[in-house]
């Protein structure tokens, strides 16, 4: 009934940048908060950045002041801008969302299934 779509991944070298996007579509009634997470080779899947319905941002240590979440709650999109990549940013990176479907109480976690993202020379 939802999907959530990513895109944006590439090969980037050091120092570079990058867009991520993605956008959920189905049977919504409402998003509440986004989020971006990233799991490297042999690596437990950690947070990188969440962004609430009312645009309220928080980011991992790792990433702050490199990565900018922000979304489009128009076109049901949440985007995440990384500048300065770093090789231990690599990552296949999947976006999560809160969502409430269409005739439902109740809000609910729906994933996307990933972009990789790979920073080196």
């Known amino acids: 009934q939802v999907q959530l779509v990513e895109s944006g991944g590439d090969l980037v070298q050091p120092g570079g940048s990058l867009s991520l996007s993605c956008a959920a579509s189905g049977s919504i009634f409402r998003i509440y908060t986004m989020g971006w997470y990233r799991q490297a080779p042999g690596k437990q899947r950690e947070l990188v950045a969440t962004i609430t319905s009312g645009n309220s941002t928080t980011y991992a240590d790792s990433v702050k002041d490199r990565f900018t979440i922000s979304r489009d709650n128009a076109k049901n999109t949440v985007y995440l801008q990384m500048n300065s990549l770093k090789p231990e940013d690599t990552a296949v990176y999947s976006c999560?969302?809160?969502?409430?479907?269409?005739?439902?109480?109740?809000?609910?976690?729906?994933w996307g299934k990933g972009t990789l993202v790979t920073v080196s020379s």
């Open positions: 999560n969302a809160q969502i409430r479907l269409r005739g439902v109480t109740y809000a609910m976690p729906y």
